[in-house]
């Protein structure tokens, strides 16, 4: 199978790479703190751990966390689930260029996946909100199994597309993403418009960061060909 016909594919972070949605996901955290009697953590504090499965999300920011506090937490988004509490006032979009991205990236052949630490219901709600639940081939949650920077995930879209990893890269603005993507053996890409800095992600391994989407396309390119 010759470069032209192998079957490629881009897998994309959400949260900080497709959807700007880092202040939305602040206010949610700083809300349930509140709520559940915890001390308030900083916001650069809740943004550096966005990306990661909600459990070592909580634990980065309650070191001592346990089942209690877990509990507590759970408890908070099954009554808000309920309709008994109000849920904080969101606003997420899309960061602008992603849907022409999105078309040149498939135009140009490409597979199209999220491998993200939302649970699956979410990640329906954000991507029917945004129009674009149907563009991917393959949807990763923790649902799934063990998330970033576990190559646990990465590792099984590759085996459910039958792409090789030599021809799949990963998108994302996090550490976690790019970790993730050098535990599974494939390319990747960071962008600097998340959670994370273009430095941190050159050290964690990424081969390159991207400062605009249109820089994205290209670069896919050239990591799978090279």
């Known amino acids: 199978m010759t470069a032209n016909t192998r079957l490629r594919l881009a897998a994309f972070d959400l949260d900080g790479t497709l959807l700007d949605s880092a202040d939305s996901i602040v206010t949610d955290v700083m809300a349930c703190w509140e ?129 090789d990893k030599r021809d799949a890269v990963m998108i994302g603005d996090t550490t976690f993403d790019i970790l993730m993507a050098c535990n599974a053996g494939t390319a990747s890409i960071g962008v600097s418009w998340g959670v994370h800095e273009p430095d941190e992600l050159r050290d964690a391994g990424a081969h390159h960061v991207a400062e605009t989407m249109d820089e994205l396309l290209p670069v896919m390119d050239r990591l799978i060909q090279g």
């Open 35 to 163: 709520a559940c009697g915890f001390p308030l953590p900083e916001p650069d504090d809740v943004r550096r751990i966005i990306g990661l499965p909600w459990e070592e999300s909580v634990q980065m920011l309650l070191p001592r966390a346990g089942e209690a506090e877990f509990a507590k937490i759970r408890a908070y988004h099954e009554s808000m689930a309920r309709g008994e509490r109000p849920k904080p006032r969101r606003e997420e979009t899309l960061f602008p260029g992603v849907l022409p991205m999105l078309n040149a990236v498939e135009e140009a052949g490409y597979l199209l996946a999220i491998i993200t630490s939302r649970s699956g219901h979410r990640l329906s709600e954000l991507l029917e909100a945004q129009n674009i639940v149907n563009r991917f081939i393959s949807l990763k949650t923790t649902d799934n199994g063990p998330g970033k920077p576990n190559p646990y995930l990465m590792l099984q879209t590759l085996s459910e597309t039958g792409v």
